[in-house]
């Protein structure tokens, strides 16, 4: 259960280069979604099977083709993560993560 709500964390995180999510569930993705970007600046056939396994064809393009040109430079650090209100419902505390 832990590797899909990842897998999916890291879909939407790509689709929409920004979520708000509960600050355990960001920190937990951070180190995932870096390695996936990482993969994804290999341009190969083997790294793009890898990355579509875990987030889906649509983000895989979106990763492989877009994002990792923009981050081609970069050797690390493509998160930011910033601290928002608690939630109003259980008082979670809440996270935004985007892309740089």
Do not use: C, W
Request: charged share 35%; net charge positive.
């Amino acid at each position: 259960m832990r590797k899909a709500l990842l897998n999916s964390l890291a879909r939407s995180l790509v689709l929409h280069e920004k979520i708000e999510t509960t600050e355990p569930k960001t920190k937990e993705l951070r180190p995932f979604i870096e390695k996936l970007i990482t993969k994804g600046k290999l341009q190969t056939v083997a790294a793009r099977r890898s990355v579509n396994e875990k987030i889906g064809a649509k983000a895989t393009k979106i990763l492989v083709d877009t994002l990792s040109k923009k981050y081609e430079d970069r050797r690390g650090g493509y998160t930011r993560i910033t601290k928002s209100k608690r939630r109003m419902s259980d008082g979670s505390k809440m996270a935004i993560i985007e892309l740089i």
